[in-house]
């Protein structure tokens, strides 16, 4: 089981940054696979980077090159930095986490441990 409590969202204007967090509780933390997600009202959720057990990054096309997810394992904590941010990454942030990524997306997707939410509002 793991607690997941993401921080850090805000309003900001286009070019500006972002530094999000997610607190996560539990002594597993290391092995797991922690990815962050979005999703505006009507919309499907999407995946916007994933970090599996061994430290390999994924990103999504649209955050390629402005986003970075890393994580501290003393601190229990994953990140995403969002740099030069555009008004169509305005979306409410959930940080994931599952046992593996053998599925990339689709298996931090299908995880129960998901954090509330923070919301990110890019105006431009």
């Known amino acids: 089981q793991v607690q997941l409590v993401e921080s850090g969202g805000g309003s900001v204007q286009a070019g500006g940054s972002l530094r999000l967090s997610c607190a996560a509780s539990?002594?597993?933390?290391?092995?797991?696979?922690m990815g962050w997600f979005r999703q505006v009202p009507g919309k499907e959720r999407e995946g916007v980077a994933f970090i599996d057990s061994g430290g390999w990054l994924t990103y999504a096309d649209t955050v390629k090159g402005r986003f970075t997810i890393s994580q501290d394992i003393a601190k229990n904590t994953l990140y995403l930095q969002m740099n030069n941010l555009k008004p169509e990454d305005t979306a409410m942030y959930y940080c994931?986490?599952?046992?593996?990524?053998?599925?990339?997306?689709?298996?931090?997707?299908?995880?129960?441990?998901w954090g509330q939410g923070t919301q990110v509002t890019v105006s431009s």
């Open positions: 994931a986490a599952a046992s593996a990524c053998r599925l990339g997306w689709a298996s931090l997707k299908a995880s129960n441990f």
């Open positions: 539990g002594n597993t933390y290391s092995r797991y696979c």
